[in-house]
């Protein structure tokens, strides 16, 4: 089975240098030198259809612009790619969440896939109204998704529960196909319910030992209630035609960041009741700690894996960072632990978008790990590669 590639969308801006964001970040903190206009995000989504990648994830949260309307305009500007849409249940209601994924489907039929964001950051929840501990935000996550679902199989659902009250809805338009939900969580609360209604679990990018930890404690969690589920993992990515030109590049973010900007940024995310930000965050803490992360191959905890966009972004904060071979070799190796689904970004969007479709897909595709734009793959002699350079 092929692999199936996911870009991203930076809603809040793009740059050549790391953006701050991500989860805990306060309104407007996340702003980079360009702008995010419809028709700079719609050559983003416009480039990842020439390469063959499935689909381009769109963020949500205070720190960026809102997921389904800025997704819903940037797909008229496309024409094949389908969008993963982030959004928080329990800010909307179960019903209304159903009609406007249905009514996109709709327009842009098998082109919306629905990442669910639980939200771990009380501070912002409270900021959207949602007083909700994190535990009670996981109880009403199952609640809400348990509806999605009947809705959108046609049901009319009357549901009285521990925190959702629902009755005699119905939608007068089914999404045909049903768009999949995309879950993540690293806590004891999110499993269950990952394992209830995901089709794909999205971890973030650990070093493989926890990836195979999480996907066997998903796998068996699901096993339980007779499903089977995908996996996939977010990544940003730094690839070059050689190892030296990309491990320069990461010296070069990181030669922006100033020791202040990296203990303001940290100490936001510090907030965070997100376990998986925990984890995030514990990966370069010791390098925090001696200063040595200002070296970005201090801050390599893995073959190839860094994690210096971590110091000021939050949420996603590692990048597989290599030659074009050496990334595509940790995209295998992650696929051989049984990631099916890869959703990476990297900075600038745009240009590192061309660096990974012109230097790491042919590769994965000499290999037999990805099939996706073969008849129409765009040239490798323009904009960033040698005419023939893997």
């Given at each position: 089975m092929s692999l199936a590639f996911h870009w991203f969308l930076p809603t809040y801006g793009d740059s050549r240098l790391i953006v701050g964001g991500g989860h805990g970040t306060p309104a407007g903190a996340a702003r980079g030198d360009r702008r995010a206009t419809v028709g700079y995000l719609a050559s983003i989504a416009r480039a990842a259809e020439e390469f063959g990648f499935a689909g381009a994830l769109t963020p949500t949260g205070a720190w960026c612009e809102d997921a389904f309307l800025t997704t819903a305009m940037v797909a008229r500007e496309s024409e094949r790619l389908a969008f993963l849409v982030a959004f928080r249940p329990g800010l909307i209601s179960p019903t209304l969440a159903a009609q406007m994924a249905a009514t996109f489907s709709l327009h842009a039929p098998g082109r919306i896939?629905?990442?669910?964001?639980?939200?771990?950051?009380?501070?912002?929840?409270?900021?959207?109204?949602?007083?909700?501990g994190k535990d009670e935000r996981y109880a009403r996550a199952d609640e809400f998704l348990s509806?999605?679902?009947?809705?959108?199989?046609g049901e009319t659902v009357t549901h009285?529960?521990?925190?959702?009250?629902?009755?005699?809805?119905?939608?007068?338009?089914?999404?045909?196909?049903?768009?999949?939900?995309?879950?993540?969580?690293?806590?004891?609360?999110?499993?269950?319910?990952?394992?209830?209604?995901?089709?794909?679990?999205?971890?973030?990018?650990?070093?493989?030992?926890?990836?195979?930890?999480?996907?066997?404690?998903?796998?068996?969690?699901?096993?339980?209630?007779?499903?089977?589920?995908?996996?996939?993992?977010?990544?940003?990515?730094?690839?070059?035609?050689?190892?030296?030109?990309?491990?320069?590049?990461?010296?070069?973010?990181?030669?922006?960041?100033?020791?202040?900007?990296?203990t303001a940024a940290q100490a936001g995310l510090a907030r965070s009741e997100s376990e998986g930000q925990r984890r995030m965050l514990a990966l370069h803490e010791n390098n925090r700690r001696s200063g040595d992360w200002r070296d970005a191959r201090n801050l390599e905890v893995a073959p190839n894996l860094w994690t210096g966009v971590g110091?000021?972004?939050?949420?996603?904060?590692?990048?597989?960072?290599?030659?074009?071979?050496?990334?595509?070799?940790?995209?295998?190796?992650?696929?051989?632990?049984?990631?099916?689904?890869f959703v990476l970004s990297g900075y600038p969007h745009l240009?590192?978008?061309?660096?990974?479709?012109?230097?790491v897909l042919p590769v994965l595709r000499e290999r037999g790990l990805f099939t996706g734009g073969a008849d129409g793959a765009v040239s490798g002699s323009v904009p960033f590669l040698p005419a023939g350079v893997r």
């Open positions: 896939l629905l990442n669910v964001v639980v939200g771990g950051e009380a501070h912002e929840q409270r900021a959207y109204g949602d007083h909700l509806i999605v679902r009947r809705l959108w199989a009285s529960g521990t925190h959702l009250n629902i009755s005699e809805a119905a939608l007068a338009t089914l999404p045909s196909p049903v768009p999949p939900l995309y879950f993540g969580g690293s806590s004891a609360a999110a499993g269950p319910v990952a394992a209830e209604h995901a089709d794909v679990y999205l971890t973030w990018g650990e070093p493989p030992a926890a990836v195979a930890e999480k996907i066997a404690w998903i796998r068996e969690l699901a096993s339980r209630r007779g499903r089977t589920i995908r996996f996939g993992i977010r990544l940003h990515v730094i690839t070059r035609d050689t190892a030296a030109d990309a491990w320069a590049q990461a010296d070069r973010l990181i030669a922006a960041l100033g020791p202040d900007t990296v110091l000021v972004r939050g949420g996603a904060g590692t990048a597989l960072v290599g030659s074009h071979t050496e990334v595509a070799d940790r995209i295998a190796e992650y696929a051989a632990l049984g990631i099916d689904e240009e590192e978008l061309y660096w990974f479709g012109e230097g």
